[in-house]
C-alpha cells in the first residue's frame, strides 16, 4: 500500500510487485548458472584475473550500458565490475536477483571519515547512513539501514581465521561526491559513519527487499576528514585490490 507524503521521496510503497520486475529480466537472459556474485570496483584487478585466466567472461548483458559477467573458472562464483551510484548499482543488482543470483559480497573503496582508518585498511560494513534516493524506494524511511548480521558474523570469522586485520563500521552512503560539505561531513562523523562511499545503502535495501545474502568490504582511500582533502594515492594500492577478490570469492560461498 502506497503511504503518502509531503515529499515524494518518503511516499514509500510496499507492494512487492511493480510494472517491471527482475523475474521478467531473468526470463528474457536465462538463468546464469551460479548464484553467487562478487561486485568489485576494481577495473585493473579484473583484467589483471582475466589475463591470467583465473576468470572468463561468463556472459554480456546487453542494454544502454552493457554489463560483462566474469566467472572464476575454478569456483561457481561470478564476478562484475561495479558502477556507480545507488540507481546504477543497486538497479544492476536488483535486475541480477531475477537470474538467480542469492549471494553477494562487494568489495570498494571510500573515502575516510576517521584518520585511525589507514589507506587500504579494511571495514566490515555494519550499516550504512541513507543519504541518497534509490533506498526508499525499496525499504520504509529510517536514517540508517543495517547489514544482516549472520552475514557479517561469517565475513569476520573468515577474516579472523585468516589473520587478516579489519575494522567494523557503518558507512555515510551520499548521491553527490561533489556535495561533502565539511558541516555534512562533521555531521556524519558525529552520527558514527566511518566512511564515505555511494553504494551500500542501495545495495543493502535490495538486499533486505528481495530476501538475499549480501556483504561488504570497503577500503580505507581518500581522507575528507580533515581541513583539506587528501587523496593519499589510494587508487595506486593494486596488490591491496587485487587480494580483496580473492577475499570475497573465498567468503561469497559460506554466506
Not at 142 to 157: G, H, M, P, Y
Request: one cysteine or more; charged letters at 30%.
Amino acid at each position: 500500500m502506497l503511504r503518502r507524503d509531503k515529499y515524494p521521496i518518503l511516499e514509500f510503497d510496499d507492494e512487492k510487485h511493480a510494472m517491471i520486475n527482475p523475474e521478467t529480466f531473468g526470463r528474457t537472459h536465462g538463468d546464469l548458472g551460479c548464484e553467487s556474485l562478487v561486485i568489485s570496483f576494481f577495473k585493473e584487478a579484473i583484467n589483471t584475473l582475466l589475463t591470467e585466466g583465473k576468470i572468463k567472461i561468463q556472459t554480456i548483458i546487453e542494454g544502454e550500458n552493457d554489463v560483462t559477467l566474469y566467472k572464476f573458472v575454478d569456483d561457481d562464483v561470478l564476478l562484475m565490475h561495479g558502477t556507480i551510484g545507488c540507481a546504477a548499482m543497486g538497479g544492476y543488482l536488483d535486475e541480477l536477483t531475477g537470474c538467480g543470483i542469492r549471494k553477494v559480497m562487494f568489495c570498494g573503496g571510500g573515502g575516510v571519515l576517521d584518520k585511525a582508518i589507514g589507506v587500504g585498511q579494511l571495514l566490515v560494513v555494519e550499516g550504512a547512513i541513507r543519504d541518497e534516493g534509490f533506498s526508499y524506494h525499496y525499504i520504509e524511511p529510517s536514517r540508517i539501514i543495517s547489514s544482516q548480521a549472520d552475514v557479517r558474523e561469517k565475513i569476520c570469522d573468515y577474516l579472523d581465521e585468516n589473520r587478516i586485520p579489519y575494522t567494523t563500521g557503518i558507512v555515510w552512503t551520499t548521491d553527490a561526491f561533489y556535495r561533502e560539505t565539511k558541516e555534512k561531513i562533521a555531521l556524519r562523523k558525529n552520527e558514527g559513519a566511518r566512511i564515505v562511499e555511494m553504494e551500500q545503502s542501495g545495495c543493502l535495501a535490495v538486499a533486505q527487499f528481495r530476501g538475499i545474502k549480501y556483504g561488504a568490504l570497503i577500503y580505507g582511500g581518500d581522507d575528507v576528514s580533515g581541513s583539506v582533502w587528501d587523496s593519499r594515492q589510494w587508487r595506486d594500492r593494486g596488490s591491496i585490490r587485487y587480494s580483496m577478490i580473492e577475499i570475497c570469492k573465498d567468503i561469497v560461498k559460506l554466506i
